[in-house]
C-alpha cells in the first residue's frame, strides 16, 4: 500500500517556523515530481510549493517566496517543506503529494498528481 505521511504541523506564533516533512512508503518517488499544497477553512486547495525528481527545479506560491524552502531525501524517500517568518494567514491543512508519471511539473499543476497525505494542521496565532 503505498502510502504519503506528512509530519511536523503543530501551533506556532507568527514570526515562528515549521519544518513539514512527508514520508513516502509502499513505493520510491525519487524519479517523480512531488509538491505540498495546503487549504484553509472555506478556502479551495492551492499550491504551496513544488519540486522535481532531482532538487534542481522548485517553485512557490507568491503568498510564500523568500519565506519557505522546498527539499528532498530521495535516499529517505522524503520530502521537506521549511516555513519561516510564519503569518496567521498560513494557517491551514498542509498536505503532500506526487505524481507518479511526472519528474518535473510546472507550479500550479495540481490535477496531475495521483498520491496524496492525509495532511498536517498547521495553525499559526497573532
Known amino acids: 500500500q503505498v502510502q504519503l505521511v506528512e509530519s511536523g504541523g503543530g501551533l506556532v506564533q507568527a514570526g515562528g517556523s515549521l519544518r513539514l516533512s512527508c514520508a513516502a512508503s509502499?513505493?520510491?518517488?525519487?524519479?517523480?515530481?512531488m509538491g505540498w499544497f495546503r487549504q484553509a477553512p472555506g478556502k479551495e486547495r492551492e499550491s504551496v510549493a513544488v519540486?522535481?525528481?532531482?532538487?534542481?527545479?522548485?517553485d512557490y506560491a507568491d503568498s510564500v517566496k523568500g519565506r519557505c524552502t522546498i527539499s528532498r531525501d530521495n535516499a529517505k524517500n522524503t520530502v521537506y517543506l521549511q516555513m519561516n517568518s510564519l503569518k496567521p494567514e498560513d494557517t491551514a491543512v498542509y498536505y503532500c503529494?506526487?505524481?507518479?508519471?511526472?519528474?518535473?511539473?510546472?507550479?500550479?499543476?495540481?490535477?496531475?498528481?495521483?498520491?496524496w497525505g492525509q495532511g498536517t494542521q498547521v495553525t499559526v496565532s497573532s
Open positions: 503529494a506526487a505524481a507518479s508519471r511526472y519528474r518535473s511539473l510546472i507550479f500550479g499543476s495540481s490535477s496531475l498528481y495521483d498520491y
Open positions: 509502499g513505493r520510491t518517488f525519487s524519479s517523480n515530481a
Open positions: 519540486i522535481s525528481w532531482s532538487g534542481d527545479y522548485t
